[in-house]
């Protein structure tokens, strides 16, 4: 398996090939603490939204600043990185320190954006920097953060 994590600087270089190719290149981001199979379902439709998928991987000092908990993020961002390096619909990963990626877009500037129809348009941190916003159906029942919960509780989560 090739390695999918890059820098922001190896990124922009070839989002610059990239353009000149023609190649169209969607961006998503989020935590992805615990990796489910909501999380491979949008991964997958966002990755059909154009040729490249990049993936913006919170680092863990921003899954602290976004209050999610003093226990999270329960995996470490180089093991997130990890797992999702593993899936096929994932071209590269990079991360980001930020609360949100809005400073990472605004330098990559992707052609399509993707999140989750659970966010409203004017949510979306670093819209104004893609070309375009597409925001995809959730599958049922899946949420990372319910997980924790029910998890923390002692109840089952099968």
Known sequence: MRPKLISLRRLLSLRRAWAREG????????????????????LARARGRGDILVLGLNEDVSVRMLGKGAD?????????????????????????????PERLLSRLKPDVLVKGADYAPSQVAGARHARRVALLPLKKGYSTTKLVERLRRGISVL
């Open 72 to 100: 999270r993020p329960i995996n470490t961002f180089k093991d997130r990185a990890g797992v999702l390096q593993g899936l096929e619909a994932v071209d590269w990963i990079v991360g980001f320190k930020e609360k949100t």
């Open 23 to 42: 190649k169209r290149v969607v961006f998503t981001n989020g935590v992805f603490d615990i990796l489910h199979p909501g999380h491979v379902d949008l």
